[in-house]
């Protein structure tokens, strides 16, 4: 280790000519007054971005950020993980929506009988809870509200198409 | 002039005796007076750390001015749980290091700045009177390996050789400005210089 340091000596020594390594004379006369005309042209210009607003409100933001100046190699990381969670999210929606359309096609061949039912029972139940009530005819039911009627729609019979409508031209006078 | 040995706090012409913690009060307040004394006050040191690991001067300006300008705007965000002139160093370091990963393979270098007493100084007047290869390359050359050799470091390895052989900083410095421990400054220092000794074994081996 020793003689690694004393051999590091040569190098330091060498690594010194990077102090003479020096801008053109008279450089920094103007820098600080350059740097103070961007300020004053960014505040009076307003040039400061979303994220610098960002970033500069919100401190644990900018920290936040700093960890991807310091380890690039975390952005990726973090785009693949929302990447994942953004496709996990689109399967579980297909399949939640796929699960509610079978359980509207089970409570949909079960609503068939209840709706026979439902009429003559609920009333009964109605007034068996109050005697002397006369049905009020207001049921409160849990199955789902399946129409069997033919749904019109504002645009004209279904199955119809509305986008299309055979037309005719005929010049006048004929 | 030496432009990146550690310097006393006060100086590039900014007011002597003014403390840095109320000129950063000032600063904070949106006085840009007062930011503009810790501009001259830090301006050379930043302005070297960056073209010490760009090489370039044109890189250099525009990135130290970045950061004077980054570091005014998260002002309100500095705590001062760190100096400020290591908060400073912190922003150009990112920023330098930011730059360094988008300009990749893009090596041109400023090559015509070696100042006046370069030639004077004791340490390259020993090592180039020694019995090396130095005598037979002229200083520029010897610059131009030397930056050749730096580039070829990874960023954080050159950001502490620069920090530690070039500036002068000392490790806990360093340690606060990268954002890791002294452990790992060390052990890229060391692991840096072994690097660089591999890249310029004709020129620092002795003889």
């Known amino acids: 280790m020793n003689e690694k340091e004393q051999n590091f000596d040569r190098l330091k020594q060498l690594l010194k000519l990077k102090q003479h390594e020096v801008p053109p004379p008279g450089y920094f006369n103007n820098f600080s007054s350059d740097v103070i005309a961007r300020i004053r042209a960014g505040e009076a210009g307003g040039r400061q971005t979303f994220a610098d607003r960002i970033r500069t409100g919100t401190p644990w933001f900018a920290s936040f950020m700093e960890i991807f100046d310091t380890r690039p190699g975390l952005v990726g990381g973090f785009a693949t993980s929302l990447c994942l969670l953004l496709v996990f999210g689109v399967i579980f929606a297909e399949h939640s929506e796929e699960s509610s359309d079978n359980m509207l096609v089970i409570s949909g061949a079960s609503a068939l009988p209840a709706s026979s039912v439902a009429p003559l029972t609920t009333p009964t139940l109605a007034s068996a809870a109050v005697p002397g009530a006369q049905p009020t005819g207001i049921v409160a039911s849990t199955n789902p509200v399946t129409s069997l009627q033919p749904v019109t729609t504002l645009f004209g019979q279904p199955g119809a198409s509305p986008l299309f409508q055979s037309a005719s031209f005929a010049p006048a006078g004929q | ?207």
């Open chain 2, 1 to 207: 002039m030496i432009m990146s040995e550690t310097a006393p706090i006060a100086e590039s012409g900014s007011p002597a005796g003014v403390p840095e913690g109320d000129l950063v009060r000032r600063a904070r307040t949106g006085d840009l007076n007062a930011y503009d004394d810790l501009v001259k006050r830090y301006q050379e040191r930043i302005y070297a750390t960056v073209y010490h690991m760009t090489s370039n001067h044109e890189d250099a300006n525009d990135i130290a001015q970045e950061s004077f300008i980054k570091a005014f705007q998260a002002l309100k965000s500095f705590k001062g749980g760190s100096s400020f002139y290591t908060w400073l160093y912190r922003i150009a370091v990112n920023k330098t290091i930011n730059f360094l990963k988008q300009r990749k393979n893009k090596h041109h270098f400023s090559l015509n700045d070696l100042d006046f007493n370069t030639e004077n100084n004791p340490d390259l007047v020993a090592l180039i009177s020694d019995k090396t290869p130095f005598r037979d390359v002229g200083l520029t050359e010897l610059q131009k390996k030397l930056n050749e050799a730096l580039l070829r470091l990874s960023e954080p390895h050159r950001m502490v050789v620069v920090l530690h052989d070039v500036q002068g900083q000392s490790h806990d410095e360093i340690a606060e400005i990268m954002g890791c421990n002294i452990g790992t400054v060390r052990s890229r220092l060391f692991y840096a210089r072994q690097q660089l000794q591999g890249f310029l074994a004709e020129y620092v081996k002795t003889s």
